[in-house]
């Protein structure tokens, strides 16, 4: 078992020594029982790892001593996972899976046949949960936080895509491209965005939106899958057709 991992804000990094408290000092002390003089991971949110150690606990804090530099993890195929809003716990396990494999930017959009409805005033809420739930996975898989933007229109979020970033959107009623075969002509990306829709799907115009933007529609095939279902085997899919620095795979076989 490697080393326990805990998120820490950069912000409150601070060179020899820094300070773990709230939720992550709860993980250390109350439920891992780690003790003066163990190892630990500080992982923060520009996704660079700090190795230290615990030199002083109290009840309410530990105090890390970190060793220097820290280690940059970036990954060189970088995943965002746009993913429509979802009902009740849904979003929640999207967030947690697809940070578990390895996304690095999750973006919850609202379109047309959105059937969850995010109330304005609650929005800081529903986000730091996000956040919470991403921390929380990165302690099991071993990779960075993804960052999760705040909730926001299909319009937006097309606009905001980089001009030279892949971009593939999965459509329920395409049938002719299927995200392997798109693989073929399309063996290598840096920077990819993955768009999947809501449990109502896209409109019509949604998706002649998303072809103006540069995105190519994508299958899964024949089955007809749950929303949540379709994000996290996208989010399979495209690391292993693209990620985690893989040969390029014998499509022919």
Request: hydrophobic content about 40%.
């Amino acid at each position: 078992m490697g080393r326990p991992r805990f998120f820490i804000p950069s912000t409150q990094l601070h060179q020899p020594r820094t300070v773990l408290t709230g939720a992550e000092f709860h993980h250390l002390h109350h439920v891992l029982r780690l003790k003066r003089g163990d190892h630990i991971i500080l992982c923060d949110d520009r996704g660079r790892e700090h190795q230290g150690t615990i030199t002083t606990l109290s009840s309410a804090r530990a105090e890390i001593t970190l060793a220097s530099p820290p280690v940059s993890v970036s990954p060189p195929f970088v995943l965002t996972l746009a993913q429509g809003l979802l009902k009740g716990q849904k979003m929640d396990v999207v967030i947690e899976k697809a940070t578990e494999l390895g996304a690095s930017r999750i973006v919850p959009f609202v379109s047309t046949f959105t059937v969850a409805h995010l109330v304005p005033e609650r929005q800081g809420e529903r986000l730091a949960r996000w956040q919470r739930i991403a921390q929380s996975a990165t302690k099991q898989s071993g990779h960075p936080v993804p960052f999760i933007a705040a909730p926001q229109s299909f319009r937006e979020l097309l606009a905001t895509v980089p001009h030279e970033a892949g971009k593939v959107l999965l459509y329920e009623k395409e049938r002719g491209v299927t995200l392997k075969s798109f693989a073929r002509t399309h063996t290598a990306f840096s920077s990819l965005w993955v768009v999947v829709g809501p449990e109502g799907g896209f409109a019509a115009e949604e998706v002649a939106d998303a072809r103006e933007a540069g995105f190519h529609l994508v299958g899964l095939g024949t089955r007809i899958l749950r929303a949540e279902t379709a994000s996290i085997v996208a989010v399979t899919l495209c690391q292993f057709l693209w990620g985690d620095a893989l040969p390029p795979l014998p499509f022919g076989l």
